[in-house]
């Protein structure tokens, strides 16, 4: 059984920072694609970051291109999301998720975490 365990969500003012982590078990992390989602109250949810397996390349929805950063380590089984110069606008659920190909700006993934609170006061 595939888990991947958010963390590092809070409250923070705007222009802060956060860092998000997802723990991922039960699959060879080496070989997944992963993503950060977010949704925010009465919208759909969005693709935030992806990173390929294969290459490590990255992704990035253009709000927060320059301020948010996908990273992972393997050894770890872990993938972060940096988040810097928090605009309220950022305020949502965050997901990580998974996936076994490596096209990652789709919402088409096969593994969920459960999301965490991000939340920034202006």
């Known amino acids: 059984q595939v888990q991947l365990v958010e963390s590092g969500g809070g409250l923070v003012q705007a222009g802060g920072a956060l860092r998000l982590s997802c723990t991922v078990s039960?699959?060879?992390?080496?070989?997944?694609?992963m993503g950060w989602f977010r949704q925010a109250p009465g919208k759909e949810r969005e693709f935030v970051a992806g990173m390929r397996w294969s290459d490590r390349r990255t992704y990035y929805t253009d709000s927060v291109k320059g301020r948010f950063t996908i990273s992972r380590d393997n050894a770890k089984n872990t993938v972060y999301l940096q988040m810097n110069s928090l605009k309220p606008e950022d305020t949502a659920v965050y997901y990580c998720?998974?996936?076994?190909?490596?096209?990652?700006?789709?919402?088409?993934?096969?593994?969920w975490g459960q999301g965490t609170q991000v939340t920034v006061s202006s």
């Open positions: 998720a998974g996936k076994d190909s490596i096209v990652v700006v789709t919402s088409q993934y096969d593994y």
């Open positions: 039960g699959r060879t992390f080496t070989r997944l694609s």
